[in-house]
């Protein structure tokens, strides 16, 4: 029975997590956004995050993003620098090719430094990236 459940292989899909400067407030901050590098539209797009730690654990987020054109990003939600010091979870589904895919990102804590950035593809940005 369970080999006859089919549970397609998630490919091109990555979250960044981007150094910004926020206008508002005239600061630097980290904002997590999600990348669709296939060359198809995904769609009913839902994020679940969390930041943990040994001792410590954050809320449970959840993200819905209506859909997310080939080649392109939106964005997740604002990171606070407190959180950056535990594991964030990026735990990420939708719809494509009439199929459910998955996949879970994990970034260990501390590796979101300024150490660490890189160029974010469709981005004219610099960030820290997992596919």
């Known amino acids: 029975m369970k080999k006859d459940i089919d549970i397609p292989k998630t490919e091109g899909i990555a979250i960044a997590v981007v150094r910004e400067w926020n206008e508002e407030f005239l600061s630097q901050d980290?904002?997590?956004?999600?990348?669709n590098q296939r060359t198809d539209l995904i769609e009913m797009v839902l994020v679940v995050t969390k930041g943990y730690d040994v001792e410590l654990k954050t809320s449970t987020m959840r993200h819905a993003i209506k859909e997310i054109l080939p080649n392109s990003y939106a964005k997740i939600e604002l990171m606070?620098?407190?959180v950056l010091e535990l594991n964030n979870e990026f735990y990420v589904?939708?719809?494509?090719?009439?199929?459910?895919?998955?996949?879970?990102?994990?970034?260990?804590?501390?590796?979101?430094?300024?150490?660490?950035?890189?160029?974010i593809p469709f981005m004219d940005a610099r960030g820290v990236l997992m596919k």
């Open 30 to 35: 980290w904002n997590a956004y999600i990348l």
């Open 80 to 82: 606070q620098e407190d």
């Open 93 to 119: 589904t939708f719809f494509a090719e009439g199929k459910l895919f998955e996949k879970k990102f994990v970034f260990r804590k501390n590796t979101i430094n300024d150490r660490a950035l890189q160029d």
